[in-house]
């Protein structure tokens, strides 16, 4: 079982910026990131393949960038120019011949 554990949340100011990382027990075809805010479905916000292929919702294009590590099967999600609207719990995805969630971790963007 592959096990997605994330680190990195919190609260910030509009304008700030927040880190996210997970780190995979195994390695994985395609890392990322979702998110949910209250009221919403989940979307995605980022998604890097092993190859170096990345894929961005619009809202976060050119604010936030994926990166991964693959020989500590980590991914990073850097997130500049937070807005209120990012708020979300943000969950960390991997694909590796089936899906796998971590737990979340809440972004809190105030203004």
């Known amino acids: 079982q592959v096990q997605l554990v994330e680190s990195g949340g919190g609260l910030v100011q509009a304008g700030g910026s927040l880190r996210l990382s997970c780190a995979a027990s195994?390695?994985?075809?395609?890392m990322g990131w979702y998110r949910q805010a209250p009221g919403k479905q989940r979307e995605l916000v980022a998604a890097m393949s092993s190859g170096g292929i990345t894929n961005y919702a619009d809202s976060v294009e050119g604010r936030f960038t994926i990166s991964r590590d693959n020989a500590k099967n980590t991914v990073y999600l850097q997130m500049n120019s937070l807005k209120p609207e990012d708020t979300a719990v943000y969950y960390c995805?991997?694909?590796?011949?089936?899906?796998?969630w971590g737990q979340g971790t809440q972004v809190t963007v105030s203004s």
């Open positions: 995805w991997g694909i590796k011949f089936r899906d796998y």
């Open positions: 195994a390695s994985m075809n395609l």
